[in-house]
């Protein structure tokens, strides 16, 4: 662990929070006020040679680095598992090349706030796929430019978590419709008993 954390990049055994030891891949070390965080990628193995998280475990983030002009310089190949691209088909270009169109101005907004260097939450924006489908992430930025070049982004798929979102938002629109036209008090449970 001491090797990969001097030289930031490499192959390192971890303990998992289970026990478990892991063989991770260390494509990135991020520092930040004297802390330093490893980028690992998803398709690490583990000592036996099986993908790490176990067999069909669903690839949910991918990293990429972008230069000034927001521009792909380089994309983790993860990026084909959650977009259906390859990672040639980002570099060169901007993520607007991918961003429905209601998600532009903010994600504009959100880059300008980036180079400021402004301290931003997490933006969440909806990204065509290489089938033409909309897909929700959660892309989260740490500007680097003045002593890397680059932009560094990680990218996270969170299309169910937002699929689910909008069904229990009609299903409590369609509840909310249903009390109000009752005569009688209605309680609503989940799967467990518990009162929602």
């Not at 980028?39 to 000592?47: D, G, L």
Request: net charge negative; glycine share 8%.
């Amino acid at each position: 662990m001491r090797e990969a954390e001097q030289e930031g990049i490499g192959r390192v055994d971890v303990v998992d929070t289970d026990g478990v030891v892991r063989r991770v891949t260390v494509v990135n070390l991020i520092e930040s006020h004297d802390v330093y965080v490893w980028v690992v990628s998803e398709r690490s193995s583990s000592p036996d040679g099986a993908p790490a998280g176990g067999i069909g475990k669903r690839i949910r983030h991918f990293s990429c680095h972008r230069d000034e002009l927001a521009n792909f310089v380089w994309v983790a190949d993860e990026v084909e598992a959650i977009l259906g691209w390859t990672a040639s088909d980002l570099v060169g270009r901007t993520a607007l090349d991918f961003l429905h169109p209601d998600d532009v101005a903010r994600a504009i907004d959100v880059w300008v706030d980036v180079l400021d260097k402004a301290p931003i939450p997490h933006s969440r924006s909806r990204w065509r796929t290489s089938s033409g489908e909309w897909r929700w992430v959660e892309v989260t930025n740490h500007n680097h430019l003045d002593y890397l070049g680059r932009v560094e982004s990680q990218i996270i798929d969170i299309h169910e978590e937002m699929e689910a979102v909008a069904r229990a938002r009609i299903g409590q629109q369609g509840f909310t419709t249903l009390t109000e036209a009752l005569p009688i008090g209605v309680v609503q449970l989940d799967a467990a008993g518990t009162v929602v």
